[in-house]
C-alpha cells in the first residue's frame, strides 16, 4: 500500500473535502477497517495566487515543486495537487518531480472519454478557463472545451475568489452557475460540465436536474489517488 501525498491548502475547503472524500473512497474499496496514510502540505494559497495574477509561471513552479519535495522528504510515495488551477504548471512539475503526479486534468479527461462525451463545458477560475491545459488535454481524446462567455467568466472567477475558496456558498450564486450552465447546454450544445476548480463541487455537487453529467474534478481526482494507494 503506497502513501499517498498531497499539496492542500489551495483552498482550505477543497483540501479538507479531498481528505474526507479519499478516507471514503478508501474504505468503500478496502473494507479490512483499515485506513489509508495520507501526508497534506497545506501551503500558502496567497502566494500561489500573487504568483498566478502576475503571470509567473516557472516561479509557480518553482514553488510548487519545492513543496512536493517536502512531500518526498516526508515519506509520500507519489503527489496530487487538490486543486485546478496549479495544474497549468502541471508538465513542468511532472518532468522535474522526485515522486510521480496524479494529474486531475488526465483524469477528468478519462472520465468524459468514458461517458463517450464530445463536447463538454467548462467552470474554474479565470486561470484554468483562459489557460491551454484543459483544452490541450481533451483534444487528444478528440473532445472539444467549450468555455462561458467573457462576462461569465469574470463573473465566476470573482465568485469563486471572493466567496468559495474562503467557504462561503450561496443560493444567489449557485443558481447564477446552474444559470451559465443552462445557457451552455442549449445555446452551444454541451453534453457534460467539467467542474473544473475543486471548490465548485461544495455548492454544485448534489444538483440532479441539469440534463447532462457534471464531472466533478474532486471526484474523479480521488478516485485515481486511491487506485494508486492500493496499487
Partial sequence: MKIAGLIGGIGPESTLDYYRSIIETYRERNQDGSYPAIIVNSINLRKVLHLMEGNRLPEVAEYLLSEIGRLDRAGADFAALTANTPHIVFDALRAQSPIPLI?????????????????VGLLGTRFTMQAAFYPDGFSREGIRIVMPAPEEQTYIHDKYMNELIVGVFLPETRSRLLAI?????IQLGIEGLILGG????LILR?????????????????????KQILF
Avoid at 181 to 185: C, F, G, T, V
Avoid at 198 to 201: R, S, V
Fill in 206 to 226: 448534489d444538483v440532479k436536474d441539469l440534463g447532462i453529467p457534471l464531472l466533478d474534478t474532486t471526484k474523479v481526482h480521488v478516485e485515481e489517488i486511491v
Fill in 198 to 201: 475543486t471548490e465548485l463541487p
Fill in 103 to 119: 494529474s486531475i486534468v488526465e483524469a477528468t479527461c478519462q472520465a468524459a472519454k468514458s461517458l463517450g462525451l464530445k463536447c
Fill in 181 to 185: 450552465a443552462e445557457r451552455l447546454k
